[in-house]
């Protein structure tokens, strides 16, 4: 199933409340409980003036579904093409982490 990277914008955001953030998750997991598991949470990234969340989703209407549900913003929906972290650098790399683009994946490990 595709994953996404969704960009918030909360002005402020980083400087709330462990509490607020508490409700903020509770709200999008109802939410979530509501869809039956069509989307999924991964994580957050919280920065000074927006929310980047991980979602895996059948697609980006399924995103932005969940987004009007729980009422946050979804100011970007990027699917995510392909991971890379150190080890994309080795050459012995899983098929499963290779790019869809070969010619791509080639010219970024050289």
């Known amino acids: 199933?595709?994953?996404y990277v969704i960009e918030r914008k909360v002005p402020g955001v980083g400087h709330s409340a462990?509490?607020?953030m508490q409700k903020m998750a509770q709200i999008s997991n109802d939410a979530l409980r509501k869809l039956?598991?069509?989307v999924?949470?991964?994580e957050s990234f919280v920065t000074d003036d927006s929310i980047f969340c991980i979602y895996v989703a059948p697609?980006?209407?399924a995103v932005k579904k969940h987004a009007q549900?729980?009422?946050f913003p979804a100011d970007r929906i990027l699917k995510v093409e392909t991971v890379m972290d150190p080890a994309f650098s080795e050459p012995s790399m899983p098929a499963s982490m290779a790019s869809k683009d070969k010619k791509y994946d080639k010219s970024i490990r050289q």
């Open 1 to 3: 199933m595709p994953k």
């Open 59 to 61: 697609n980006e209407e």
């Open 36 to 38: 039956g598991g069509e």
């Open 69 to 71: 549900m729980a009422g």
């Open 40 to 42: 999924q949470w991964l």
């Open 18 to 20: 462990q509490e607020e």
